[in-house]
């Protein structure tokens, strides 16, 4: 059975920061990335950013030069360093781990930044 641990969400204010944690535990083969995906009350879910096998990293463009994705391969954990946060990255963020046969998606972790 798979399991996603996140952690690290919270309440901040604007231009503060935060960092997220994710730690994939259980039967996962063949890991194509991991990531994080966010969604705002009454909005759609939306990428954040995703760090592939290859080692390479993708941004919403909400995000690229505040948010950074780091990943542990050997302890199956992937970060998000949230910084000069604004009111509207106010979401609940969800962990995703793509492999070869399916996704696999957190529980989620409400991240609030009050202005």
């Known amino acids: 059975q798979v399991q996603l641990v996140e952690s690290g969400g919270g309440l901040v204010q604007a231009g503060g920061s935060l960092r997220l944690s994710c730690v994939a535990s259980?039967?996962?083969?063949?890991?194509?990335?991991m990531g994080w995906y966010r969604q705002a009350p009454g909005k759609q879910r939306e990428l954040v950013a995703l760090?592939?096998?290859?080692?390479?990293?993708n941004y919403a463009d909400s995000v690229k030069g505040r948010f950074t994705i780091s990943r542990d391969g050997a302890k199956n954990t992937v970060y998000l360093q949230m910084d000069s946060l604004k009111s509207e990255d106010t979401a609940v963020y969800y962990c995703?781990?793509?492999?070869?046969?399916?996704?696999?998606w957190g529980q989620g972790t409400q991240v609030t930044v009050s202005s």
């Open positions: 995703i781990v793509k492999s070869v046969s399916r996704n696999y």
């Open positions: 760090f592939t096998s290859g080692g390479t990293t």
């Open positions: 259980g039967s996962i083969f063949s890991i194509n990335a």
